[in-house]
């Protein structure tokens, strides 16, 4: 149960790791997912590249747009506003990009409108993740001397945007030309995607000079100085890394506006320090100070299970078992599932073995492997179907039960004990977008020649209504459900009693060849390579060039998902294997405590008859001497009261 | 993604120019019990609309309106619901539907999500109960 300075950093790195996504989320490692190079992408866009086109329409004389004003730009902003506000992103952003990109914006876009115009296109680019063309339109806007609210949202939306991509270069890039003066617009800020950065590439020191130059009116200020603690645990100063905890953990050294600059997340950050201190104290046998700080994770902490079973073990190692005991009961209390359920069900078993409760902690055992036994056995099984076990950690809740033979209980558990790593969810996030733009990809293919003919003055051609609505996409895809529900069936007969495994081997050859061939059929079914773009800026060749973009985009994209699927399923093989590692050390550690009670119990007997040996009778045997002890339910015992009273009919016997 | 998205702005600026007619989706979704926790909206097997997290559409709110070709299109719609007192209960559905959209007209289709379900309220003390699912879809020329 004793922590080691290593298995404190991970948890450190680890439990800032766990919440990716957010701003102060650890950096994602140095071999985090990004899209594969191995399928080549055209070249990335400086814009829209709407320009040739705008030119195409108006020297056919087919370009709507009317003259652009402020008041236009007004209304404009309006609907993007309402559009963003809705969810309606792509909408968005097409609306914008066709003002933002014309010619007629120039003259407009130092004014306040079409600064904020500016801005609005950034921001819904960023919402869809297109970070390069959202950076491209936020540096716009620093560009100008101006430093009104434009720039100050620029630069943080930057910033933001920096973070959440998970790669901070090409954004701190973009913000180094600004001011970095203490009291410039966005400082602490940038300081601290730069301490990222830094962190990122493996340069603490340097990452430690940014994080303390996050002031304290920075909305960061928190994460930095928690990132800052971080760094010094793991090079050793745990004093150092202490005081830097304490100031965001101790209310009494926050700044005061840090919690209202901070938002919601200044109090998650606090919950983590409070964590962080209690494994410092307990690093440095410091049990009562660990208490104390595990104590202070407030009650409706998504920490607290945490703070519960890490307050347990110093408990246990203190040896306050009652101690431990109370807060495993606690944590009992909180219901549902847990990653820390296994481990406490254990610790909870051997707090007993150490209290001598050996009826107890082989009760406990005993219920751990019950229940824990088959989360292994199909642990074990999802390792060998990939494909289930992508579906039962990125799938739907219900899907979880399917996969696993309709188990749910033990599906939940595997869901809730797997510690999937922070870059798990980056690579499924990404997959979800490239799906969403294969989509739209295909659908571009048919649009654009529907164009291509209204340009030419021809009637646009229906498309056939069969073909949109099943195609041979929604064909595989309904493929792959029914074969993902074939196997579920084979994997339930493996387990009846007497499964006939010659039958269920050919089924299963069978469907392994079917397959493959719908692979090849997958493999077909992607677009051929693209003929040579024309040359030329007239409709027609616009329009030929961008079909064959769209394909060559396909291709790529469909290149890009293949590697990605293959992270997203090594990832996943990863966490199931740390999942399987750690559930097989615990059960045998349940087995050698139900070993333990065993012995525990023979040697309790022995001190027994040791002690009859010697004369001392224990405790039970004196119990035994207890007539009350051998009454039955309808009986009574009336115990000799220490007074004998004469019986009053004794010499009246012959009176009647 | 940037050529992507930069693709999908010229081309929807183009439409915008050279397509005549509209096709407008507007979604709505009744439910006391359940609510929404994916939804999407396609239109000839490109994703138009994610709703953001927590969107409630209790009332009608247009999710798409854009310039489209005249003729056939598929309108699809996906949505996963969950029931709000017992989250176990969840239902996916897709639906696709057939639209014609007329030349230099606006097409109104208007996409009604209804959840009826009783499972999470009764299950648990009768132990029985009922998915009732539906999705209405209302076409109408307008302009």
């Known amino acids: 149960m004793r922590m080691h300075g290593r298995w404190l950093r991970a948890a450190l790195v680890a439990l800032a790791g766990s919440s990716a996504g957010r701003a102060w989320a650890q950096p994602a490692p140095a071999s985090a997912p990004v899209a594969p190079s191995s399928a080549p992408a055209p070249p990335e866009p400086s814009g829209f590249e709407l320009g040739p086109y705008q030119s195409a329409l108006a020297r056919q004389r087919l370009d709507a747009a009317g003259p652009l004003g402020t008041e236009q730009l007004r209304q404009l902003i309006e609907t993007a506003e309402s559009l963003l506000s809705l969810g309606r992103r792509d909408e968005a952003i097409a609306s914008l990009a066709g003002v933002v990109d014309s010619s007629s914006f120039m003259p407009l876009a130092g004014l306040d409108e079409g600064r904020a115009a500016t801005f609005l296109l950034g921001d819904a680019l960023g919402r869809a993740r297109v970070y390069d063309l959202a950076r491209d339109y936020l540096a716009r806007l620093l560009q100008t001397p101006k430093s009104d609210s434009w720039y100050r949202r620029s630069v943080a939306r930057l910033v933001e945007l920096g973070l959440e991509s998970g790669d901070p270069a090409p954004f701190v890039a973009t913000l180094a030309s600004l001011p970095a003066s203490a009291g410039a617009p966005g400082a602490g800020d940038i300081a601290y995607l730069t301490g990222i950065l830094h962190e990122r590439a493996g340069n603490p020191r340097p990452a430690l000079a940014a994080y303390a130059a996050v002031s304290r009116e920075s909305r960061f200020w928190a994460q930095a100085t928690y990132r800052a603690g971080l760094i010094e645990v793991d090079q050793g100063r745990l004093g150092e890394g202490e005081k830097l905890f304490c100031r965001i953990a101790d209310p009494k050294q926050t700044p005061r506006l840090a919690p209202l600059f901070g938002g919601n997340e200044f109090f998650q950050i606090r919950d983590l320090s409070r964590l962080a201190l209690g494994r410092v104290a307990h690093e440095a046998y410091r049990f009562d100070d660990a208490r104390y700080y595990y104590h202070l994770v407030p009650g409706d902490s998504e920490r607290l299970p945490e703070a519960l079973y890490e307050s347990a073990t110093s408990r246990y190692e203190a040896k306050d078992y009652a101690g431990a005991h109370a807060l495993l009961g606690e944590l009992r209390e909180l219901g549902g599932h847990h990653v820390y359920e296994d481990e406490a069900l254990i610790l909870d078993a051997y707090v007993d073995l150490a209290q001598c409760e050996f009826p107890r902690a082989d009760a406990k055992l005993s219920e751990f492997l019950a229940r824990y036994e088959p989360v292994l056995a199909a642990a074990r099984q999802l390792a060998k179907d990939p494909r289930s076990l992508r579906s039962l950690l990125g799938g739907p809740d219900g899907a979880a039960a399917s996969e696993l033979g309709g188990s749910g209980d033990v599906a939940e558990m595997i869901r809730t004990s797997v510690r999937i790593d922070a870059s798990y969810a980056g690579v499924s996030r990404q997959l979800a977008d490239l799906d969403r733009e294969l989509g739209g990809l295909r659908a571009m293919g048919a649009e654009i020649g529907q164009l291509e003919a209204a340009v030419a003055g021809g009637a646009v051609a229906a498309r056939p209504v069969a073909a949109l609505a099943d195609g041979p996409s929604e064909r595989l895809a309904r493929f792959d459900e029914q074969t993902t529900a074939l196997r579920r069936l084979l994997r339930e007969a493996g387990q009846s009693q007497h499964p006939p495994q010659v039958e269920l081997a050919a089924i299963a050859l069978e469907l392994n060849a079917v397959e493959a061939e719908a692979a090849s059929w997958r493999t077909r079914s992607t677009p051929t390579e693209p003929a040579a773009p024309a040359d030329g800026q007239d409709m027609p060749m616009l329009l030929s060039r961008d079909a064959a973009l769209a394909l060559a985009l396909e291709r790529a994209a469909q290149g890009v998902r293949a590697a990605l699927g293959a992270r997203q399923e090594e990832l996943a093989q990863q966490a199931l294997a740390r999942l399987e590692h750690r559930l097989a050390r615990l059960v045998r550690r349940a087995r050698a405590g139900r070993i333990e009670t065993v012995l525990g119990r023979k040697r309790a007997l022995e001190l027994e008859v040791e002690a009859l040996s010697q004369g001392f009778l224990p405790q039970g045997a004196v119990d035994s001497l207890d007539a009350a002890r051998y009454l039955s339910d309808d009986e009574e015992y009336w115990p000799f009261d220490g007074e004998d009273w004469e019986d009053e009919y004794i010499g009246g016997e012959g009176l009647r | ?143």
Request: aromatic letters at 6%; proline letters at 3%; zero cysteines.
């Open chain 2, 1 to 143: 993604m940037a050529r992507v998205t930069a693709l999908r702005a010229r081309i929807a600026a183009l439409s915008a120019t050279l397509f005549s007619s509209k096709l407008r989706v507007e979604l709505r979704s009744k439910s006391d019990t359940a609510r929404l926790k994916t939804l999407r909206v396609s239109l000839d097997g490109g994703v138009v609309y994610t709703a953001p997290a927590q969107t409630i559409f209790d009332r009608a709110e247009v999710v798409y309106e854009h310039a489209v070709a005249a003729g056939p299109h598929v309108v699809a719609v996906e949505v996963e619901r969950q029931d709000l007192r017992e989250p176990r209960f969840s239902t996916w559905q897709t639906s696709r539907f057939v639209v014609v959209v007329p030349e230099k007209r606006l097409l109104w289709t208007r996409l009604e999500l209804e959840d009826e379900s009783s499972l999470g309220e009764d299950f648990k003390e009768h132990e029985s109960g009922q998915y009732e699912l539906g999705v209405r879809l209302q076409v109408e020329v307008s302009e």
